[in-house]
């Protein structure tokens, strides 16, 4: 797993959002972490990974971001 590029980081309240791209398992793909903050430590993670497609197989031309 390897993180290339943080695109945008959120907070609000307890909560920070994190959505970053990088590489997991040889694909490139996309990151989103959600962190509950609890005392000034990390409490709780949840996170979701996808797989970012070549740009030939994008349904838009914005990508994935």
Not at 14 to 43: I, K, T, Y
């Amino acid at each position: 797993m390897r993180y290339d590029r943080i695109h945008q980081i959120l907070g609000e309240g307890d909560f920070v959002r994190a959505v970053s791209e990088g590489e997991f398992a040889g694909r490139h793909s996309s990151f989103h972490d959600l962190f509950r903050v609890r005392n000034g430590r990390l409490a709780e993670h949840w996170d979701a990974i996808e797989a970012i497609p070549a740009r030939d197989r994008w349904k838009n031309g914005y990508g994935k971001f």
